[in-house]
């Protein structure tokens, strides 16, 4: 079972680039999320998803994109890179969001701004 | 600022001492959980707690929700060194809200 599966693992884009950031589920869960992580900062939501089509955004969704066409994919898109947006990027499922629902995480992507 | 305030950031122990991880907050929360993250791998959920003064152990981790739901604490009883690694408390406020995370408390354990 692969569970979440983010790719790519690593990137290193100059300012100003694009570049989709790819996550896909097989666990059939409607809920999906975007977090950035930097040190010492935790995780930061950016976009979260209740299901196909649905798209919300998060507490950090400035120049970030995504799309949620199918249940098992949600993208997450940045369309003209900033060094501000060097990060480690995760995005995890769950099956609900009741009280005391686990997200399951993908291993992450790690993405540079130079 | 953090709504969730994690202490310490950072602890660095000897295998077999024992260790307390905090996660305090000025708001209520519905349900707090513990994650564990390894490098180069995304947060793994180790326990949730729902109920004010709830403990939950999970062998020699033992978790704590305080009374008036503010605020969690994680125990390591006897660490090892695979216990190493970076621990996230993480929790929703109201039923829909969304999880919010503490900044990490990042554990090494020497042999």
């Known amino acids: 079972n692969a569970g979440v599966t983010q790719t790519p693992k690593f990137r290193i884009l100059k300012i100003g680039q694009s570049m989709t950031l790819q996550c896909t589920q097989d666990?059939?869960?409607?809920?999906m999320y975007w977090y950035r992580q930097d040190p010492g900062m935790g995780l930061k939501l950016i976009y979260y998803s209740v299901g196909a089509g649905i798209t919300d955004k998060g507490e950090v969704p400035n120049g970030y994109n995504v799309s949620r066409s199918t249940t098992e994919d949600f993208p997450l898109r940045l369309e003209l890179a900033a060094p501000s947006q060097t990060s480690v990027y995760f995005c995890?499922?769950?099956?609900?969001?009741?009280?005391?629902?686990?997200?399951?995480f993908g291993d992450g992507t790690r993405l540079s701004i130079l | 600022t953090q709504l969730l305030e994690q202490s310490p950031q950072f602890l660095s122990i000897q295998e077999g001492e024992n260790l307390t991880v905090y996660c305090n907050s000025s708001s209520v929360f519905s349900s707090l959980q513990w994650y564990r993250q390894e490098p180069g791998e995304g947060p793994v959920l180790l326990v949730t707690v729902v109920t004010g003064g709830e403990v939950k152990k999970l062998k020699r981790l033992t978790f704590q929700f305080g009374d008036a739901r503010k605020d969690s604490s994680l125990h390591i009883t006897a660490a090892q060194t695979g216990d190493t690694g970076l621990y996230l408390c993480a929790g929703v406020r109201n039923q829909g809200g969304k999880l919010i995370f503490g900044q990490g408390t990042e554990l090494s354990v020497k042999p």
């Open positions: 666990m059939n869960h409607n809920y």
């Open positions: 995890a499922s769950s099956f609900s969001e009741g009280r005391g629902q686990p997200q399951h």
